[in-house]
């Protein structure tokens, strides 16, 4: 009796381990449980379309380092380190922010957003003189087409008319990036 307890309790074990010993074992098979390798004919997502996903989302650490894969693919175009800057500008890192958007705005190809974007950092570190004439050439720019930039203007404008005037109910800058969204900014009181 005490062998026949012991094959019905060793049965399943011995089968499962047959099944895993045949030449079609659990992971070679299409449907296995095991996670795909890397396809190599596969081709990698463009790094700041991943970046532009991954700040849509919020996930600015991982932002920025979709971006920096696009940096070696790309170099550092203007797209890249407008992408950086409002990376670090998401994680509040500002000083990094404010020198990465300062580079992209020297640039032929920068765009009212990437002026809007240097903006918001200056008025984030208190520069709201400097901040207010980023606002104004990037609604110059835009024809004043954007509502979010001609907002942050107004914000600016305010502050800079009464030093006293209390921004911190109004903290809503908006952070905007190049194609279909933007993003807000806001401050924790």
């Not at 991943?50 to 380092?65: F, H, I, K, S, T």
């Amino acid at each position: 009796m005490k062998h026949f307890r012991t094959g019905l309790v060793l049965a399943p074990v011995l089968a499962l381990g047959l099944a895993a010993c045949s030449t079609g074992d659990l992971g070679a098979s299409g449907d296995g449980v095991y996670a795909p390798g890397l396809s190599q004919r596969g081709k990698a997502v463009d790094g700041l379309l991943v970046g532009q996903r991954l700040m849509d989302a919020g996930e600015y650490e991982l932002a920025l380092e979709a971006y920096s894969r696009a940096a070696l693919q790309h170099g550092m175009t203007v797209d890249v380190l407008s992408g950086l800057g409002s990376a670090n500008l998401g994680l509040g890192r500002l000083g990094q922010a404010e020198r990465l958007l300062r580079r992209a705005i020297e640039t032929d190809q920068a765009s009212p957003e990437i002026w809007n974007n240097l903006g918001v950092v200056l008025m984030e570190r208190g520069k709201v003189a400097e901040a207010e004439q980023m606002f104004r050439h990037a609604y110059a720019m835009d024809n004043g087409e954007s509502d979010s930039i001609r907002d942050n203007l107004r914000l600016a404008l305010a502050k800079l008319k009464n030093p006293a005037y209390d921004i911190s109910a109004e903290q809503d800058y908006k952070l905007v990036r190049r194609g279909s969204s933007d993003y807000l900014i806001r401050q924790i009181p």
